[in-house]
């Protein structure tokens, strides 16, 4: 099905550690974000991307780094994990139209 | 500063009966009203959208008016089903600003009672 493929679904990370969210999408979308959600605090934008091969930070962004790998893929790396990074994470991406299409998240756990 | 608000943590509603959530929004560069609907373990998925030039958008159940001198929209539903249940979030941007990105409220959960 077409959509935002957003991987892993799942993480527990130790304080320190980093990692890479992916994020793909067979949209063909030129616009793409990373949001965060956090429990009574609505979704927050850490960076989008316009279009290949730009980014810009968002509400958010301290503690994290993106890259617009292609077209398809946007990816969310944190360097040093910290507890105040637990979170779900949302990828979407935006079409000509102004449509958003969101992943299904992943789920982020900083211990 | 939260620029989009919605007050309401929660509602409740019979089923059958009509659903209004509410969004108040603080930055008058805004000219793009979205709402989106959220299940548990999910993404949120697009309900309804309206732009500043309407006062009015309907779509099936779903009716979302906006109030731009008082800077205010609401989500109507109706009738209210046991599938509404769902957190719903109202969302934000301005059209001449690129792409970037949504401005979200903080949700309202909706339970659709029996």
């Known amino acids: 099905n077409a959509g935002v493929t957003q991987t892993p679904k799942f993480q527990v990370l130790k304080t320190g550690q980093s990692m890479t969210l992916q994020c793909a999408q067979d949209m063909n979308h030129n616009s793409m974000y990373w949001y965060r959600q956090d429990p009574g605090m609505g979704l927050r934008l850490i960076y989008y991307s316009a279009s290949e091969g730009t980014t810009d930070k968002g509400e958010v962004p301290n503690g994290y780094n993106v890259s617009r790998l292609n077209k398809r893929e946007f990816s969310l790396r944190l360097e040093s994990a910290a507890p105040s990074q637990t979170s779900v994470y949302f990828c979407?991406?935006?079409?000509?139209?102004?449509?958003?299409?969101f992943g299904s998240g992943t789920r982020l756990t900083v211990v | 500063d939260q620029q989009v608000k919605q007050n309401s943590p929660s509602l409740s509603v019979q089923e059958g009966r009509i659903s209004i959530l509410n969004c108040d929004y603080t930055?008058?560069?805004?000219?793009?009203f979205l709402w989106y609907k959220k299940y548990p373990a999910e993404g949120p998925t697009f309900l309804i959208s309206i732009s500043s030039i309407k006062d009015k958008n309907e779509d099936g159940r779903f009716t979302v008016f906006l109030n731009k001198s008082a800077k205010h929209l609401s989500l109507h539903i109706v009738p209210s089903q046991p599938g509404d249940s769902a957190v719903y979030f109202c969302?934000?941007?301005?059209?001449?600003?690129?792409?970037?990105?949504?401005?979200f409220g903080k949700g309202t959960h909706l339970i659709i009672q029996p």
């Open positions: 930055n008058s560069m805004f000219d793009y």
């Open positions: 969302a934000a941007e301005y059209s001449g600003g690129g792409a970037d990105g949504l401005t």
């Open positions: 979407a991406s935006r079409g000509r139209h102004g449509g958003y299409t």
